[in-house]
């Protein structure tokens, strides 16, 4: 099997400067593509992952901008644009939660989730969209226009009370996908999800760091493991490469088994 098949490839990730992001930068680089490393906070852990992608002697740059604001994602992809000529790989893996009861959540709080978490979306894979189809299929780069995929999460199906602003971001993801898979399948641009279940980042910090915590997570995760940056770095990497070419339109859950409704494993 070919151990770089995204050579020649320049792919952006958003929120790349830690967690799943950082996992998705580092797994795209080792396949041999080159990686806009985006991040809004934490230059200096930008530039440390920068620096170590590009010891597998492939490209790597950190860009600077807030996926929810429309200048400044344009002003990315136009960087972006100036220093590679055009992206292959977009993932949109920026997002936050902002948790709070509905009855108290502020629309500050809704407003921080949905414009991270799903207008942070449409807008990256906008700009994104219109370079792909600016310069059409790249053979023999690629066999696809360009590649698009979300990451969203197992809140995209399963119900989260206390997350309200979250879990419509993620549901809200699910359809933009599908809906964005429709409209690009002509420019040969595929559109897909990986949906991770519970991952060790800071995200979710107090859900693993203390023993009873991480206790009550695994009672979760039929799997019984908690799962790490690069379980979700290598899935995105084989969905950007010709490897998945026939997969469009799909989520592609990576949990552990925590969408088999665990609860029901002894008859419910
Ligand atoms: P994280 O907090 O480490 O990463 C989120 C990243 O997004 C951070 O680097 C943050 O700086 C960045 N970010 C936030 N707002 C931004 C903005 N406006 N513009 C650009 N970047 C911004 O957490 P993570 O767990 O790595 O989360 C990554 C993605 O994975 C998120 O979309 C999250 O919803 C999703 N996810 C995580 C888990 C999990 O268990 N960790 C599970 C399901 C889905």
């Not at 950082?22 to 809004?40: H, K, P």
């Not at 200048?71 to 992206?87: C, D, K, N, P, S």
């Not at 407003?111 to 700009?127: D, E, I, K, P, Q």
């Not at 979760?220 to 770095?233: A, S």
Request: charged share 20%; net charge neutral.
């Amino acid at each position: 099997m070919d151990d770089q098949p995204l050579k020649g490839q320049k792919a952006l990730v958003t929120g790349a400067s830690s967690g799943i992001g950082e996992g998705v930068a580092r797994a795209l680089g080792a396949a041999g593509a080159a990686v806009v490393v985006n991040y809004v906070a934490k230059p200096e852990a930008a530039a440390k992952i920068v620096e170590e992608i590009r010891g597998n002697g492939v490209d790597a740059v950190a860009i600077r901008g807030d996926v929810s604001k429309e200048l400044e994602v344009e002003a990315m992809f136009a960087e972006m644009e100036r220093t590679w000529g055009g992206i292959d790989i977009l993932v949109n893996n920026a997002g936050l939660q902002r948790d709070a009861p509905v009855t108290e959540m502020t629309l500050e709080q809704w407003n921080t989730v949905l414009g991270v978490n799903l207008t942070g979306v449409f807008l990256c894979s906008r700009a994104a969209a219109r370079s792909m189809i600016r310069r059409g299929t790249r053979h023999p780069i690629s066999r696809a226009a360009g590649k698009i995929i979300c990451i969203s999460s197992v809140h995209e199906v399963i119900p989260w009370a206390g997350h309200v602003n979250y879990a419509a971001s993620k549901g809200g993801v699910g359809m933009f996908m599908k809906s964005l898979a429709q409209e690009l399948a002509p420019h040969r641009i595929r559109v897909n999800s990986v949906a991770p279940g519970a991952i060790m980042t800071p995200i979710n910090r107090e859900a693993w760091d203390t023993p009873g915590a991480l206790e009550k997570l695994l009672k979760l995760i039929p799997y019984g493991r908690i799962g790490l940056p690069e379980d979700i770095g290598k899935v995105v990497a084989f969905l950007a490469s010709d490897a998945a070419d026939y997969i469009h339109g799909q989520t592609i859950y990576v949990d552990g088994g925590m969408t088999l409704y665990p609860e029901f494993a002894h008859g419910g």
